[in-house]
């Protein structure tokens, strides 16, 4: 039986919320003195011949020096006073009702593939490690959906793995992946680039991780208020902090900015095992990916080219105009690179911290198959 059609949202128009100002009464005019009575001149002084000339007003002492004005005070940030996840306006499934019931009616009836293929994943993520993995996330512009699958990546391997699993936010823009995972910013990367992590405990460093369960750990980039330069990460942070940090965990998954050519990019993907590209599943998407992986093979990164997997992202759940992901992947294979489809889930549409039990099955399952290959890319180094 072919599944259901997507559920499609009526979306309302937007409503423009003013805030009317009170009419105020017009001001009053301004005090005017009474007129001068006839033939006595308002502003004239008159000097009587019997009196001396009136002396002339002396010069005004210069004033004093001034000290130079202090600036204007900085204007206190701009506070949101409410949590992101309060307004959302209800729970919301990444499947519809009608799809979770037919799932759980065919869910005995699962073939054998589909079997072997989730058992497969499932080895493949919980495969020991003798060093630390680093995996890159990478966008080909904003909005591509790299924190969304980050997010889903790192969980992925939390629920599987018996070793400790770190999600490194190494966003300069200040990017999602805090808020996907519901992660409140305490100490960024810059508080421990001053600290030698080369001879540190693990004991040492938690304190500037924050716990997102028994073996999940996240370490956000930015700390405060915008543009008060504090936590900033860059190559040298990275490289100091970042690549000593991910020692004490079995998977860092470092969700990166927007693009792949600055030189936080460029020391991320050098000290990278593997590297996951997130596109939209457009066609200005597989363009994109297209002159990354050209640029890459271009320079020093072209021995990270066969270790790169290209996710695609659909952010609707209509399919015309996205593009031909199968003959993309087509394309890819030939260059050595795999492709996986994130496919369109309304739960995370949202745009708030993920709520697994709300997932799409396909998704979560997606999500399984993407860290699986990413690792078993990352083993092949």
């Given amino acids: 039986m072919p599944p259901p059609d997507p559920d499609l949202t009526v979306v309302d128009a937007p409503k423009l919320h003013r805030h009317a100002p009170q009419a105020q009464p017009p001001p009053p005019p301004p005090p005017t003195s009474p007129p001068p009575a006839f033939g006595q001149p308002s502003d004239l002084s008159v000097t009587r011949p019997d009196q001396p000339p009136p002396r002339a007003n002396p010069a005004p002492p210069p004033p004093p020096p001034q000290a130079s004005p202090a600036p204007p005070p900085r204007p206190a940030p701009l506070v949101v006073p409410t949590a992101p996840e309060t307004l959302v306006q209800g729970p919301v499934h990444g499947d519809s009702v009608m ?103 693990f004991e040492q460093v938690r304190q500037f991780l924050v716990p997102l369960g028994e073996r999940l750990w996240a370490l956000p980039t930015t700390y405060g208020t915008v543009g008060a330069g504090r936590g900033l990460v860059d190559a040298g942070r990275y490289q100091s902090a970042g690549v000593q940090l991910s020692r004490f965990f079995g998977v860092t998954v470092a969700d990166n900015g927007a693009g792949t050519r600055t030189p936080l990019h460029r020391a991320v993907l050098a000290a990278a095992h593997a590297q996951i590209l997130v596109a939209p ?37 209509h399919k015309a105009g996205t593009v031909d992901v ?52 990352a083993l092949t180094v």
Avoid at 305 to 312: A, E, G, I, Q, Y
Avoid at 348 to 370: C, N, Q, S
């Fill in 99 to 201: 799809r979770r019931v037919l799932r759980g009616a065919l869910h005995p009836f699962r073939s054998a593939d589909d079997v072997r293929e989730v058992t497969e994943h499932g080895r493949w993520i919980a495969h020991p490690v003798t060093t630390g993995r680093r995996i890159a996330v990478m966008g080909v512009r904003e909005g591509s959906g790299k924190s969304t699958v980050s997010a889903l990546v790192t969980t992925a391997f939390a629920r599987h793995r018996d070793d400790r699993v770190l999600a490194l936010d190494l966003d300069p823009e200040m990017g999602s992946l805090p808020l996907r995972l519901g992660v409140r910013n305490e100490h960024p990367v810059a508080d421990l680039a001053g600290a030698d992590l080369s001879t540190a405990s």
């Fill in 326 to 377: 199968d003959r993309a992947a087509g394309i890819l294979a030939e260059v050595g690179v795999n492709t996986i489809r994130l496919g369109f889930d309304r739960q995370l549409a949202v745009g708030t911290t993920l709520d697994h039990a709300r997932l799409a099955y396909a998704t979560r399952l997606t999500a399984i198959a993407i860290a699986a290959e990413a690792l078993r890319l």
């Fill in 281 to 317: 599943a457009t066609v200005d998407g597989a363009a994109a990916v297209g002159r990354v992986l050209d640029w890459m093979g271009s320079g020093d990164l072209r021995a990270l080219l066969p270790r790169t997997l290209v996710v695609f992202t659909s952010h609707t759940p």
